[in-house]
């Protein structure tokens, strides 16, 4: 059983207060059953798909045979997007036994479909496997620029938060269901993720204990900072001052371009990207920062892989935060817990 610091608790009150902040109303947790997805929406090209299919699988003749595949929405809230589609699959034998679970979040552009090999993969392990259409993505996309235009009317309206924020909610209220279900052991509830299914991996971990291993590939990174009086390790407005801002910016540009614009500017700069963070997603660049938000996660296991030469995810910006994190973990007597790839030491 986690025993919460009084620094994780008043993050995880604060970052609940943010999230409700642009939330429809609530709604009862209800999952329907709904149909598989025929022709998944892709907002970009489709990315291969060679890395899930390199995960390990147990030999199974058949695997597709024995595997149950349940296709839902549940319910997060009363907006559009509270619709949450899940893909899940499991074996099909019974048992009398709980299983662990483990939630795959996908990147950018993509959905939960692509991670059909993933799923697979686990769920032929004897897990319990979840992925999900994030906000914007797959079965709540609309149109093929849905995601970009959702940033943009974030900046616009401030009614939105569909960069991570959003995911968020529903991760917990993924969690929330989860642990109601007979076939899942709620103490074993795993989240990993890829670049942008990274980040919601880790402050998903960050916001709900349920979560109680948190596994983010190539998505954890430290903003920019936009308050002196937050500055850590590393040094005030790190990513600017090492021009690092650039290939994150470039990731979801158009909405930085009509910011730019709207603030009149030529050209991109420092102000632009704190004021789109800003307003986008509150706290990003700043009280929910990675210096902050990964060492709440302790003492749960938290594992970091980062690419060396990724220039979404600068390993300079990290120092700080990962010296944070392995504070947290050993005062909390569990420093085992904490590990981080090669690559980022």
Same mark, same amino acid.
């Not at 199974?60 to 319910?75: P, Q, R, S, T």
């Given at each position: ?28 947790? +209800? ?5 598989? +997805? ?96 994030s906000r914007y993505h797959g079965e709540r996309a609309g149109t093929k620029t849905a995601y970009r235009d959702a940033l943009i009317s974030s900046w616009k309206n401030g009614d939105t938060m569909p960069f ?84 994150? +910016? ?46 709440v996660t302790a003492p749960r296991p938290l594992y970091l892989l980062n690419g060396a030469k990724d220039p979404r995810c600068p390993l300079g910006g990290l120092v700080g935060p990962l010296e944070r994190a ?20």
């Open positions: 059983m986690e025993t919460p610091t009084n620094e994780a608790v008043d993050f995880r009150s604060e970052f609940l207060r943010v999230l409700r902040s642009r939330r429809s109303p609530e709604v009862p947790l +209800v999952a329907e059953c709904s149909k598989p +997805v025929e022709d998944p929406v892709f907002q970009n090209d489709v990315p291969s798909t060679e890395a899930l299919e390199s995960c390990p699988k147990e030999t199974i003749n058949d695997l597709k045979e024995v595997l149950k595949e349940e296709n839902l929405h549940l319910h997060t809230e009363a907006a559009e997007q509270g619709r949450l589609p899940l893909l899940i699959l499991s074996l099909k034998e019974k048992s009398e036994e709980r299983r662990p679970a483990i939630v795959l979040m996908h990147g950018t552009n993509t959905n939960k479909e692509w991670l059909r090999p993933w799923l697979e993969a686990y769920a032929s392990r004897g897990y319990v496997a979840i992925g999900l259409d991570i924020f959003d995911t968020v909610w529903d991760l917990i209220k993924l969690a929330e269901y989860l642990t109601q279900r007979e076939d899942i052991d709620p103490k074993r509830i795993g989240i990993t993720g890829i670049s942008l299914g990274g980040m919601h991996a880790w402050f998903a971990a960050a916001a709900d204990t349920r979560y109680s291993v948190t596994v983010p590939l190539i998505g954890v990174q430290k903003t920019i900072q936009v308050n002196e009086m937050l500055n850590v390790e590393q040094g005030f407005r790190w990513a600017i001052e090492n021009d690092e801002w650039e290939a994150r +910016v470039n990731s979801i540009k158009p909405l930085f371009e009509e910011a730019r614009i709207d603030m009149g500017k030529s050209e991109i700069d420092k102000e632009v990207v704190e004021k789109v963070w800003n307003r986008i997603a509150p706290g990003l660049a700043s009280q929910f920062d990675s210096p902050y938000s990964l060492p392995q504070k947290a973990y050993e005062e909390t007597a569990s420093p085992g817990n904490f590990k981080v790839h090669p690559s980022l030491i």
